[in-house]
């Protein structure tokens, strides 16, 4: 056995270890991943028929904004129980205008709010930093009492962080009052769809029941 050989085989030895553990590593996270994305299903307030359609409007409508903007404009479209949340920058009023029109042909929108800015496009830096937000905030609300942080969805933009979700009027305020409470955040606006303190009794006792079965 030549020099070489001795120090090719452990090397390669290693780097088939290296790739196994990667190969392994990447199906725990899949299977991680589909028992979260279940867990979150089951727990969501919306019909199943609301989620699917909201995934995608998401997809056609961050297809149709960009069609329209192109490199003058940055979108981001948000969809929760069919309710369109439009957020970023514009090049004027005109092309706002223009992507609210296109977003709301999607099949299946029921109404729109329309946030976007006529302004420069936001740097790199500002949505890392919305991103981290969001995060923050998340993670407020799987600390906080009295809300179920899974039935509520976080939108970042500019220091601006805008809240959807199904939610009672009580759910509504505490969690607006935990989100100003975050560091960094500038404005909380409240996007919900409201239900009775009723409704969400009778989804609570519909959860149980099926989680029983």
């Known amino acids: 056995m030549t020099k070489w050989t001795r120090v090719t ?15 392994l590593q990447g199906c725990i996270e899949m299977a991680v991943g589909t028992a ?6 089951a727990t969501d307030r919306r019909t199943f028929g609301a989620q699917t359609e909201d995934k995608t409007i998401l997809v056609k409508g961050e297809a149709r904004a960009a069609n329209v903007v192109g490199d003058a404009g940055h979108v981001n479209v948000a969809s929760f129980n069919r309710k369109v949340l439009l957020t970023g920058e514009v090049r004027d009023e005109a092309m706002k205008a223009a992507v609210e029109r296109e977003v709301g042909s999607i099949e299946g929108v029921q109404s729109i709010v329309n946030e976007l800015e006529v302004g420069g ?15 923050k905030v998340k993670a407020s609300f799987v ?25 009672t009027q009580r759910e509504g305020r505490i969690a607006a009052d ?28 519909s959860s149980e029941e099926q989680n029983r079965k």
């Not at 600390?143 to 959807?164: C, F, H, P, Q, W």
């Open 178 to 205: 935990v989100a100003r409470g975050v560091s960094g955040v500038h404005k909380v606006v409240k996007v919900f769809d409201y239900i009775s303190e009723d409704d969400l009794r009778q989804m609570s006792q």
């Open 121 to 135: 496009v936001s740097s790199f830096t500002s949505r890392s930093n919305d991103s981290l937000i969001t995060g």
């Open 9 to 23: 085989r452990p090397l390669a030895t290693m780097l088939l270890c290296g790739a196994v553990i990667t190969s």
């Open 36 to 41: 979260v994305v279940g867990t979150l299903a």
């Open 143 to 167: 600390d906080a009492k009295d809300i179920y942080a899974n039935s509520i969805k976080v939108v970042t933009e500019r220091g601006t962080v805008y809240l959807m979700g199904r939610v």
